[in-house]
Structures are given as structure tokens and as C-alpha cells.
């Protein structure tokens, strides 16, 4: 099982980036405040228990609490930024994404494994 692991600090996120390079890494957007949010946390969780900690590692930013890591994420990746996402990295760079609704257990698998 994956774990999920929050990113807090610009280092937290410079270190993922270039973890990237290595292995997939799943970047998680959650807003604390919204219920669409916790239905796709709720659904992310789900998913995240059925996958190999090798597969890829979960990280999740907070968006109201860690906004501007969340934003240099966005600026970074050239991925708009949206609350809830999901952004699959491998190699510095997006491969995929997802938001709101769409973020499904099935779809954060299918991603990773694709």
C-alpha cells in the first residue's frame, strides 16, 4: 500500500520534482473547505490503498493552507491550477490529470499503472 504524504514547503515540492525523474509521483490538490473535495479524498484514499508503494508515491498539498506551494506546483508543471486535482508526474513533467468529480479510485489506478 501507497502512502500519502503532505507537502508543506517549496523544499517539500523541489524534492518531489526531481524525485519525479525516479518514479512516478501522484500530486493530490485538496481543498479542506470543499465537499466535492472530500468525495474525491474520500475516493483517492480508496485507491491509493490498492496500489504498490512502488508503483508511484501519493503526495498531497493543501490548498487553502499551503497555497503558494500549490500554485508553484501549477506554475511549474504548466497545469492549471483546480481544487480538487490530480497530476500524475513522471520526468518533471505532467502525463496526466484530473479533477473534481473525475478523480475516482479506478481513475488514479488506471493512471498509475498506465
Do not use: G, Y
Given at each position: 500500500m501507497a502512502a500519502l504524504t503532505e507537502l508543506t514547503?517549496?523544499?517539500?515540492?523541489?524534492?518531489?520534482?526531481?524525485?519525479?525523474?525516479?518514479?512516478?509521483?501522484?500530486?493530490?490538490?485538496h481543498s479542506t473547505a470543499c465537499p466535492i473535495s472530500a468525495e474525491a479524498w474520500e475516493e483517492v484514499q480508496a485507491g491509493v490503498k490498492e496500489i504498490n508503494e512502488t508503483e508511484a508515491e501519493f503526495l498531497f498539498v493543501k490548498v487553502i493552507e499551503s497555497r503558494p506551494v500549490s500554485q508553484k506546483i501549477a506554475d511549474d508543471i504548466a497545469?492549471?491550477?483546480?481544487?480538487?486535482?490530480?497530476?500524475?508526474?513522471?520526468?518533471?513533467?505532467?502525463?496526466?490529470?484530473?479533477?473534481?468529480?473525475?478523480?475516482?479510485?479506478?481513475?488514479?489506478?488506471?493512471?498509475?499503472?498506465?
Open positions: 514547503t517549496m523544499e517539500d515540492w523541489e524534492h518531489t520534482l526531481e524525485k519525479s525523474n525516479e518514479q512516478a509521483v501522484m500530486i493530490i490538490k497545469i492549471k491550477h483546480e481544487s480538487p486535482q490530480a497530476i500524475l508526474i513522471k520526468n518533471k513533467k505532467a502525463v496526466w490529470n484530473t479533477s473534481h468529480s473525475d478523480i475516482t479510485k479506478q481513475a488514479i489506478q488506471n493512471a498509475v499503472r498506465s
